[in-house]
């Protein structure tokens, strides 16, 4: 009887400690999920709409922990990517509008117009000046370089030595 009453105290011990065991993993579960997995989900999700370039939108975590160093960080970034892209934008359009206004103050000169690169190749002729050297203006700013209108192929080399490049 005696072993009988020893081993029932036993097992409610045991049960009263699985039943406390249970308690605390189900309370380090709730911490875990509020403190990680929950702020972890956010992030993804807030990544995910970067991703679809939505980068006004914002994610607000309270902590100071690493969690919230990250989610300030991707802030920090997509605010920067935000403004970046609305440069570009901005400038793309000042692009567009100044590159329309040389194209017709171009095409209305009464004098030849163009525009080289640092090869000093042809890369925009306008009508009058492929006319006053015998081209249309896009044989000249597809193949042609200053070089090709203004030396004659026997020079002594000045060119060359004017441009800083040798002939190859």
Not at 60 to 65: A, E, I, L, M, T
Not at 102 to 123: P, S, W, Y
Not at 141 to 166: C, R, Y
Request: glycine residues 8%; proline residues 2%.
């Amino acid at each position: 009887q005696r072993a009988q009453e020893t081993q029932s105290t036993a097992l409610e011990h045991m049960y009263l400690l699985l039943g406390f065991n249970a308690l605390v993993l189900f309370l380090t579960y709730l911490a875990v999920s509020g403190h990680v997995v929950e702020p972890i989900q956010r992030l993804a999700s807030y990544c995910r709409q970067l991703a679809k370039g939505n980068y006004d939108t914002r994610i607000d975590h309270p902590h100071g922990d690493e969690i919230g160093q990250l989610a300030q960080a991707l802030n920090q970034s997509a605010g920067t990517i935000g403004k970046l892209l609305r440069a570009i934008a901005h400038e793309r359009k000042e692009l567009q509008r100044t590159s329309a206004m040389f194209h017709g103050v171009a095409r209305n000169a009464v004098t030849g117009v163009f525009v080289i690169d640092g090869d000093m190749r042809f890369r925009y002729v306008n009508t009058k000046l492929a006319e006053m050297f015998g081209y249309l203006p896009e044989e000249m700013s597809n193949a042609l370089s200053v070089e090709d209108l203004l030396i004659s192929p026997d020079s002594d080399g000045w060119w060359h030595q004017l441009a800083g490049h040798t002939r190859q």
